[in-house]
Nanobody
Framework: QLQFVESGGGSVQPGGSLRLSCVAS????????IGWFRQAPGKEHEGVACIDGRENITGYADSVKGRFTISRDTGKNTMYLQMENLEPADTAVYYC?????????????WGQGSLVTVSS
């Protein structure tokens, strides 16, 4: 069974930080393209960060560039999203994912989602 267990969401004030984690089981995370996606209340699903395993390129949405960092720990088979200087607009359900490229349709394995709420 190929799956993620996702954790780290919660409530934080503007300017605060959170780190989301996804532990992969049933597959080797380092063999995949990995990404983070989010869906804010009343808004469309969007990609926020990705490491393309084929091209070895890391990319971020403009809205999070300079504030969010995607990474993975191969020894722990875990991927992370470090979020700094959080803003109310970052409020969303965040999903980790793994697939073959940074295109949305290429992601096959998904975390269950983790709610991040940024408010004062």
């Amino acid at each position: 069974q190929l799956q993620f267990v996702e954790s780290g969401g919660g409530s934080v004030q503007p300017g605060g930080s959170l780190r989301l984690s996804c532990v992969a089981s049933g597959f080797i995370l380092d063999h995949y393209t990995i990404g983070w996606f989010r869906q804010a209340p009343g808004k469309e699903h969007e990609g926020v960060a990705c490491i393309d395993g084929r091209e070895n390129i890391t990319g971020y949405a403009d809205s999070v560039k300079g504030r969010f960092t995607i990474s993975r720990d191969t020894g722990k088979n875990t991927m992370y999203l470090q979020m700094e200087n959080l803003e109310p607009a970052d409020t969303a359900v965040y999903y980790c994912a793994a697939g073959s490229s940074c295109n949305y349709n290429s992601f096959d394995i998904w975390g269950q989602g983790s709610l991040v709420t940024v408010s004062s």
